[in-house]
């Protein structure tokens, strides 16, 4: 439960600012978790709730927001959508496949394949090797034994 110290460091940090511009009450706090955090909103606003009484933050709202790399990645995913999208258009293409080490970036990916199957694309991904120079580098064995085998 590590959401109770990461609340209170919150809860701290959220007085001490409040003290700094000599506020008499906390009304909102804006908090914002990372896509690879395990912090949920509603353990954090738990904790903050049994912090709060009899302090300046009693009655506080959090808002939780996205992360900046979150919306990122939805700008990623819809300028992929809108490149495959023209493609389809110009070259009746529809399949697609998401390589390179961008895609091991577990975020993107997924809202990329909700974007992409959403428009009806087929959407290939790798199953049994990374996207990364891991692939790569498996593809070139593989191509390079092959040249072997015929020279």
């Given amino acids: 439960m590590h959401e109770s110290g990461l609340t209170e460091d919150l809860f701290a940090h959220a007085l001490q600012h409040a003290r700094e511009a000599n506020a008499r009450r ?4 804006k908090v914002v978790i990372g896509a690879l ?4 909103a509603e353990s ?4 903050f709730d049994s912090l709060a ?13 996205a992360s ?3 919306a990122h990645c939805n700008g990623v995913a819809a300028m ?16 697609v496949a998401l390589s390179g080490g961008v895609f091991q970036n577990m975020t993107l990916l ?11 694309f087929e959407v290939l991904t790798h199953r049994l090797v990374p996207p990364n120079d891991g692939g790569i580098a498996l593809g070139q064995a593989v191509i390079a034994a092959r040249l072997g085998e015929k020279v």
Wanted: some cysteine.
């Fill in 110 to 120: 997924g809202k990329t394949l909700g974007l992409l199957r959403g428009a009806g």
């Fill in 26 to 29: 906390i009304a909102r706090i």
């Fill in 53 to 65: 009484p009899g302090t300046i933050a009693e009655g506080a709202t959090i808002e939780f927001g």
């Fill in 37 to 40: 955090s395990d912090a949920t």
């Fill in 68 to 70: 900046p790399g979150e």
């Fill in 80 to 95: 992929i959508r809108g490149v495959c999208l023209l493609l389809r258009e110009q070259r009746g293409m529809n399949e």
């Fill in 44 to 47: 954090i606003q738990f904790y």
